[in-house]
């Protein structure tokens, strides 16, 4: 069994920044890709970001966020961040949490946590 727990979300200003926590339980959190996936009010589905297991070199942007978002992760922890700088009224989103079955990330995902959203709104 899996547990993934999103947290940070909320309303923030355009430009302004927030940093999302996603906090796993459950099994080995350092062997497996973890990612961001967002979903917008209109229904537009979006994988933002990936970091691989164990060093978490090998990592992957969105263009859409490249630049702004930095994901990592702490293995101590067993936690997934997510920090959104610059942020644009377009990243208004429900943020999904989400961890892979592999070391390296291959395409899909075995689980993913119920989400936090965040406005951006001035």
């Known amino acids: 069994q899996v547990q993934l727990v999103e947290s940070g979300g909320g309303f923030v200003q355009p430009g302004g920044s927030l940093k999302l926590s996603c906090s796993t339980s459950g099994r080995i959190f350092v062997a497996y890709t973890m990612g961001w996936y967002r979903q917008t009010p209109g229904g537009q589905r979006e994988l933002v970001a990936t970091v691989n297991g164990g060093n978490g070199k090998r990592i992957n942007y969105a263009d859409s966020v490249k630049g702004r978002f930095v994901i990592s992760r702490d293995n101590v922890k067993s936690t997934a961040y997510l920090k959104m700088n610059d942020q644009k009224p377009e990243d208004t989103a429900l943020y999904l949490c989400?961890?892979?079955?592999?070391?390296?990330?291959?395409?899909?995902?075995?689980?993913w946590g119920q989400g936090t959203q965040v406005t951006v709104s001035s």
């Open positions: 989400a961890k892979s079955g592999t070391y390296y990330y291959t395409g899909d995902f075995s689980a």
